[in-house]
């Protein structure tokens, strides 16, 4: 299995698309992030369960993303809840047998904070 996401980094290739503003001392990972970069996209996927999950991307990422990826990203997103929750979370038992069918929607993170940043 593929090691965790990185809270505010690309699913693929954790490349850091929000700004930090506060980090966890042990763990040296992204505790609270701000705000989005231009390059951070959400995209919402459909789920086998039926459910839908937004996932983060730097655009190149998400330009090139193929459905052959998508059992590397359920992994990702799998040891990610197994990490913060635990294996014997029910959420992650539940989840275990789910997987990504396909992208729903595509969005730049700017617009879903409505913020779109300044020069300079």
Not at 41 to 49: A, E, H, I, M, Y
Not at 61 to 84: G, T
């Amino acid at each position: 299995m593929s090691e965790p996401k990185i809270p505010g980094a690309c699913t693929c290739c954790d490349k850091p698309l929000f700004e930090v503003k506060t980090i966890d001392p042990d763990t040296k990972r992204a505790r609270q992030i701000t705000v989005p970069t231009e390059d951070a996209c959400r995209l919402l996927f459909v789920l086998k369960s039926g459910s839908q999950m937004d996932l983060t991307f730097c655009a190149a990422c998400a330009d090139s993303l193929a459905p052959a990826q998508y059992p590397f990203l359920w992994s990702r997103v799998m040891r990610s809840w197994i990490a913060e929750a635990g294996v014997d979370h029910p959420t992650v038992k539940e989840q275990s047998k789910n997987s990504i069918l396909g992208i729903v929607r595509r969005q730049k993170w700017t617009e879903v904070w409505g913020y779109e940043r300044q020069p300079g």
